[in-house]
């Protein structure tokens, strides 16, 4: 089953080690994960129409 975790957290949390141990575990096991944390706190969450467009890519496109 395909996932997208797609965090919103403040910059404190984002930089401690167990946050930043977490995201590398979600990647090993699959998870899709739309996060940059270099980009500003208020640019970090993307647009919903990209969040569900990785839904479906990630589902392989069941929607087109």
Do not use: C
């Not at 395909?2 to 590398?24: D, G």
């Amino acid at each position: 089953m395909p996932i997208v975790a797609v965090p919103m957290l403040k910059p404190a949390l984002a930089q401690h080690l167990a946050f930043q141990n977490s995201l590398h575990v979600l990647r090993q096991m699959g998870v899709t994960l739309m996060f940059d944390p270099s980009a500003p706190y208020e640019r970090r969450m993307p647009t919903w129409d990209d969040v569900l467009s990785e839904l479906d890519r990630a589902m392989g496109g069941a929607s087109a």
